[in-house]
C-alpha cells in the first residue's frame, strides 16, 4: 500500500491524503483551505482524483466541515464519493441554505445529491480495499475515522477527533473490537502546539452554561449552527435554567436532522427534545426577524437564550430585546476575533462586541488522550497530518513510536510480509533493561541495556525501506542506527546498518562466510582484546571484549556445553549452519545477566554486523 499526502503536512484544514493498492485508489477528504493556508487554494493537480483516469478511485469523506468536504465539486462528477448519512443531510442542509447567495452552494447541494452513504462499523469494499467507518467524536456530527485495509495490512485514519466530548466515551471499546491493532496510524495533530492543555469535557461546558444561564436573564450566544452538541448542550443547559431557547428556523431544522433520529445515539437524552420544551424558532419577515409586543413581553418575564450569528439580521433582533444585564459568549474558536489571526472575521467581531465570556472546547483530540489512542493501535509507525507543525508532533511522540514526516506529496510505501522475500527497515535504540532481569555478575559496575528494535514495515524495494528510514524520527537521544535488512527465500541476503547520519556502518552479502568460503572469518572492525558494544540474541546490548571470529571448533564447543556427547549430532549441527551463521564473531560478556529469555554466558556469539564501539551510552 503506498500512502501519500498530497496536502496537510504542514498546515490545519484542506488536507487530501490518498491510499493506493495495485492501482485501486481510495482518497481521504478534499476540502476548503483555511485561512493563512502556506499555499494557494488552487486546484490540485492528482492523477486519480482531479485528472487522469478515475474508474479504479473513491474519495471517503470524515465530516461535513468545509476543509474537509468544501472543495468536491470541482471533482469529476462520476467520482464515486462516500460520507455518513446523517453528515450527507447536515452537509445539504447547510448547501441549501447558502445556495441563494452562492453559485458553489448550489453546485454543492447538487454534488451531495449523488454521493454514497455508508454505515458505522459496517465494512464495505472498493476494489482491494475493504473500509470500516469509525464513528469518532467531533465539532461536526457524524464524523468517522476510517480502518483501510488491502492485501493484509492496516491503517486507520484518524480524520478528526477529539476524547473530551458527549460521544467519546465508547471510542476505545469500538477499536478493540472492530480495529484491534493497526499497522499504520494516520492522524490529525490539530493541538500539538498545545501539548500540556487538558481540554474541558463538554458536560463540563454544559455545566457552566446551564450556571450562566441561571444567573443571567438574557443570554446570547454565537455558535456554530453545524456543531450539534454544543447546540443540544445548550438547549438542555437552557431548559434546565428554565429559560426559553430561541433558535432561527435554519438552526433548527439542523438540530431536527439529529433529534431521536440517529441509530447511533438517537436513543440518548442528548439528542431528543424534552416534551412541551422544544427549541423556539424566531420568525422571519423578509429580511428580518419578527420582534411584536408579545414577544419581547414574554422574554422580558422568561429571559432567554438566543443561538446568534454574524450579521444585521440578528444584530437589529438584539437591539429589540430587553438587555439589562445581557450577557454574550463566544463558543467557538477565540481566534476568529483575533486581529492578527488570518482566520480573523470582523463582521463577527463587530456583532459579538467587547464584552463577551469565552465559553468554547476544541472539536480537537488533547495530546494525551491521542498518545492513549495509538496506543490502542500499537502501530509501526505514525503518520501526522492536519497540523502546522509536525516536528513538534514527532518530538512529543518520537520515543515511543517511530514518527514518519512526510512532505505534501511525497509518499510512503509498504507491505505485507509475503515470507519468502522480503526488505524490511529497522530501526536500532535501546532502552532500560527490565526489572525482572537477574545481574548475576558485574565486577567493572558497567551498565548493559535493553534492545529497542523497532521495524517500520516490509518493502516491495530497497529504495522504498531507504526513504522510510530517512523521513522516520525515532528516540534521537537513545538511537544506535538504522539497518536495512533483505531475505531471499526467508534467510538473510543483504544486510546494511547504517549510523544515525545515515553513512554505512557495515554489511552483510550473503554467500562464501562457511569454512573455505572467501569470506569466511571476514574481517571485522575489532582486534581480540578491544571492549565493545554487541547486539546479544536481538534482546540486549552488553559491554563486552572482542574474542575473534568464529570458528568450527568454537560451535561444537557450545553444543558440548548444552549437554550434546554425541559427535554425529554434533558434526551435523555445524554442517547445517547457515551462511548467516557463520558471518558471527565471539564476545565475551562484560556484565553477566538472566533474562526473562537468556543468561549470558562466558563466551557467546553475536552477529558482525551489530558490533558497535564501547561508549557510556546515556538514558
Known amino acids: 500500500?503506498?500512502?501519500?499526502?498530497?496536502?496537510?503536512?504542514?498546515?490545519?484544514?484542506?488536507?487530501?491524503?490518498?491510499?493506493?493498492?495495485?492501482?485501486?485508489?481510495?482518497?481521504?477528504?478534499?476540502?476548503?483551505?483555511?485561512?493563512?493556508?502556506?499555499?494557494?487554494?488552487?486546484?490540485?493537480?492528482?492523477?486519480?482524483?482531479?485528472?487522469?483516469?478515475?474508474?479504479?478511485?473513491?474519495?471517503?469523506?470524515?465530516?461535513?466541515?468545509?476543509?474537509?468536504?468544501?472543495?468536491?465539486?470541482?471533482?469529476?462528477?462520476?467520482?464515486?464519493i462516500y460520507i455518513g448519512n446523517m453528515a450527507r443531510e447536515i452537509a445539504s442542509v447547510l448547501a441549501d441554505h447558502l445556495s441563494g447567495v452562492s453559485e458553489e452552494r448550489r453546485k454543492m447541494s447538487e454534488r451531495l445529491n449523488r454521493v454514497n452513504t455508508f454505515t458505522p462499523i459496517t465494512s464495505f469494499t472498493f476494489g482491494e480495499f475493504e473500509i470500516t467507518p469509525i464513528v469518532v467524536d467531533h465539532s461536526a456530527f457524524d464524523a468517522y475515522a476510517f480502518c483501510i485495509e488491502?492485501?493484509?495490512?492496516?491503517?486507520?485514519?484518524?480524520?478528526?477527533?477529539?476524547?473530551?466530548?458527549?460521544?467519546?466515551?465508547?471510542?476505545?471499546?469500538?477499536?478493540?473490537?472492530?480495529?484491534?491493532?493497526?499497522?499504520?496510524?494516520?492522524?490529525?495533530?490539530?493541538?500539538?502546539?498545545?501539548?500540556?492543555?487538558?481540554?474541558i469535557p463538554e458536560h463540563e461546558l454544559q455545566k457552566e452554561f446551564e450556571k450562566a444561564f441561571t444567573e443571567n436573564k438574557y443570554n446570547v450566544v454565537y455558535v456554530s449552527s453545524t456543531n450539534i452538541d454544543r447546540l443540544f448542550s445548550l438547549y438542555h443547559a437552557a431548559i434546565r435554567a428554565h429559560r426559553p431557547f430561541y433558535v432561527d428556523a435554519y438552526q433548527k431544522r439542523i438540530m431536527d436532522i439529529v433529534a431521536g433520529r440517529d441509530a447511533v445515539w438517537g436513543k440518548s437524552f442528548l439528542y431528543n427534545y424534552i416534551a412541551g420544551h422544544k427549541p423556539q424558532i424566531l420568525i422571519q419577515r423578509g429580511t428580518e426577524f419578527v420582534a411584536n409586543n408579545k414577544f419581547i413581553d414574554f422574554v422580558t418575564n422568561h429571559g432567554y437564550v438566543l443561538v446568534a450569528r454574524q450579521g444585521e439580521r440578528f444584530d437589529n433582533l438584539l437591539n429589540k430585546l430587553p438587555d439589562e444585564g445581557r450577557?454574550?459568549?463566544?463558543?467557538?474558536?477565540?481566534?476568529?476575533?483575533?486581529?492578527?489571526?488570518?482566520?480573523?472575521?470582523?463582521?463577527?467581531?463587530?456583532?459579538?462586541?467587547?464584552?463577551?465570556?469565552?465559553?468554547?472546547?476544541?472539536?480537537?483530540?488533547?495530546?494525551?488522550?491521542?498518545?492513549?489512542?495509538?496506543?490502542?493501535?500499537?502501530?509501526?509507525?505514525?503518520?501526522?497530518?492536519?497540523?502546522?507543525?509536525?516536528?513538534?508532533?514527532?518530538?512529543?511522540?518520537?520515543?515511543?513510536?517511530?514518527?514518519?514526516?512526510?512532505?505534501d506529496g511525497e509518499s510512503f510505501s509498504a507491505i505485507r510480509d509475503s515470507w519468502l522475500d522480503t526488505t524490511e527497515a529497522i530501526i536500532y535504540a535501546y532502552k532500560k533493561p527490565e526489572e525482572s532481569d537477574t545481574v548475576i555478575d558485574n565486577p567493572e559496575g558497567l551498565r548493559y541495556w535493553a534492545l529497542d528494535e523497532r521495524s517500520l514495515g516490509e518493502f516491495q524495494c530497497w529504495k522504498d525501506a531507504d526513504f522510510a528510514l530517512h523521513h522516520v524520527v525515532y528516540a534521537?537521544?537513545?538511537?544506535?542506527?538504522?539497518?536495512?535488512?533483505?531475505?531471499?527465500?526467508?534467510?538473510?541476503?543483504?544486510?546494511?546498518?547504517?549510523?544515525?547520519?545515515?553513512?554505512?556502518?557495515?554489511?552483510?552479502?550473503?554467500?562464501?562466510?562457511?569454512?573455505?568460503?572467501?569470506?569466511?572469518?571476514?574481517?571485522?572492525?575489532?582486534?581480540?582484546?578491544?571492549?565493545?558494544?554487541?547486539?546479544?540474541?536481538?534482546?540486549?546490548?552488553?559491554?563486552?571484549?572482542?574474542?575473534?571470529?568464529?570458528s568450527e571448533e568454537f560451535f561444537k564447543e557450545c553444543h558440548r556445553k548444552n549437554g550434546v556427547v554425541d559427535e554425529k549430532k554434533i558434526n551435523k549441527f555445524v554442517s547445517d549452519l547457515c551462511d548467516w551463521d557463520w558471518d558471527s564473531v565471539i564476545v565475551r560478556p562484560l556484565v553477566k545477566v538472566k533474562t526473562g529469555f537468556i543468561e549470558t554466558s562466558s563466551d557467546t556469539t553475536a552477529q558482525r554486523i551489530y558490533i558497535f564501539p564501547y561508549r557510556e551510552l546515556k538514558f
Open 1 to 80: 500500500m503506498r500512502i501519500t499526502v498530497h496536502r496537510g503536512s504542514y498546515q490545519i484544514g484542506g488536507c487530501v491524503t490518498e491510499y493506493e493498492s495495485n492501482g485501486w485508489k481510495l482518497f481521504v477528504d478534499y476540502g476548503e483551505q483555511l485561512p493563512g493556508a502556506p499555499v494557494s487554494d488552487n486546484k490540485l493537480e492528482i492523477d486519480g482524483l482531479t485528472c487522469g483516469d478515475i474508474r479504479k478511485s473513491a474519495l471517503l469523506i470524515t465530516h461535513y466541515h468545509g476543509d474537509h468536504i468544501g472543495k468536491i465539486t470541482e471533482l469529476p462528477p462520476e467520482l464515486p
Open 150 to 199: 488491502a492485501k493484509g495490512l492496516k491503517v486507520f485514519h484518524s480524520g478528526d477527533f477529539r476524547q473530551h466530548g458527549f460521544r467519546s466515551g465508547k471510542l476505545g471499546k469500538v477499536i478493540e473490537r472492530y480495529v484491534e491493532r493497526a499497522d499504520y496510524v494516520v492522524c490529525e495533530a490539530t493541538n500539538v502546539n498545545r501539548p500540556e492543555a487538558t481540554l
Open 327 to 407: 450577557v454574550k459568549y463566544l463558543s467557538m474558536w477565540d481566534g476568529y476575533l483575533d486581529e492578527s489571526k488570518a482566520a480573523y472575521n470582523p463582521a463577527l467581531a463587530k456583532s459579538v462586541g467587547n464584552e463577551y465570556r469565552y465559553k468554547h472546547t476544541s472539536g480537537h483530540c488533547d495530546m494525551k488522550s491521542l498518545g492513549e489512542l495509538i496506543s490502542e493501535l500499537d502501530p509501526k509507525a505514525i503518520i501526522p497530518i492536519h497540523t502546522d507543525n509536525p516536528r513538534a508532533f514527532a518530538d512529543l511522540f518520537c520515543d515511543k513510536w517511530p514518527v514518519i514526516l512526510l512532505n
Open 476 to 550: 534521537p537521544k537513545r538511537l544506535l542506527g538504522y539497518a536495512i535488512e533483505s531475505d531471499e527465500d526467508m534467510a538473510p541476503f543483504l544486510y546494511v546498518v547504517y549510523n544515525p547520519d545515515f553513512s554505512e556502518y557495515s554489511e552483510y552479502s550473503e554467500g562464501e562466510h562457511a569454512p573455505d568460503g572467501n569470506s569466511y572469518q571476514e574481517k571485522c572492525a575489532f582486534s581480540p582484546g578491544d571492549k565493545v558494544l554487541a547486539i546479544i540474541e536481538n534482546e540486549v546490548l552488553m559491554p563486552c571484549t572482542f574474542v575473534g571470529p568464529v
